[in-house]
C-alpha cells in the first residue's frame, strides 16, 4: 500500500503579514516549511512526500528541501492562485508519477507542529473510511449571527469541530472530486471538494498543538508549544 503526503506552500500568506511567504519565516530558529516537511519524510508509513510552492518562490522552497535528507521527496511543482488549485495540482503531480498511490495525505506547509500521532491516526482512519480530516473539539461557546452585533444562536458545543489538516483521501477519489468541482464552488478545504463529489468524510481526532500559522500571534503560541516539548 502506498500512501503519499501533499504539502501545500503556494500561499503568501496575507494575513500574516510579513516580508516573505510564512512558510519560509523560522520557527523557534528552524524554518516552517523545513518542520512540516520533516514530519512527514520521518513518519514509516508515508512513502514519498511533494511540496507544492508558489511559482514565484520556487527556488527558495528548492533551497529549503535541499536541506531535508531524504529521499522521499518528490520534484517540488508549482501551485496555483487558490489553496484548492494548489491541491489540485500537486495531485495532478502524484497521477504522473509511474505508480500513483493509494491514499494521500493534505496538509498546510502552515501547520509545522503536526505530530506523528496525528499523521497515524489520519492514516488509521483513512484506510478504513476512505476519506477523513484531522478535527478537534471547539472548546468554546460558539454564536452564530449574520447580523452582528446581535446575538443570532448559539449552536450547540456537542456538534461542532475544528477543521485541521492532513486530510486524507482515497487518492482516485479526491482527484476524481477534484476535476468534477464545478466551476463556481468557493471551498476552503479538500474535505469540502469530497463532500461536493457526494462522499462520505469522517472526523478524526486532531491535536491543539497542530495550530495553522495565520497571524503573527500564531508563532508565539507555536513557540510556546514547543518550548513545552
Ligand atoms: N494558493 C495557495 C494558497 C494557500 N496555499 C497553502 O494552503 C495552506 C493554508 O492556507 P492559508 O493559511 O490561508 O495560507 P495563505 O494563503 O498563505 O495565507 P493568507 O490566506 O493569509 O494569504 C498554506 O500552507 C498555504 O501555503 C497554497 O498552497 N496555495
Ligand atoms: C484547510 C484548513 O487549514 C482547515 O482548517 C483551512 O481551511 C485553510 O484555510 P483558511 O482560509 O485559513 O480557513
Redesign the pocket.
Known sequence: MQIDALILSGGTGT?MGADCPKQFLPLAGTCVLKRTVEAFCSHPDISRVLVVSGASFLNETNEILKTIASEKLLPTVCGGST?QESSYLGLCALAREAAAPDYVLIH?A??PLVSKEVISRCIETVVSCGAC?ASIPVQDTIISSDAPPLLQTVPDRATLF????P?AFAFAEILAAHRNLPADAVV???TSVMRLAGYPVYLTQGDKKNI?L?TPEDFWIAEAFLAHE
Not at 475544528?162 to 489538516?165: I, K, M
Open positions: 494575513r489553496r498546510d502552515a501547520r480530516t475544528a477543521v485541521q489538516t486530510q476552503t478545504d479538500d495553522k495565520t
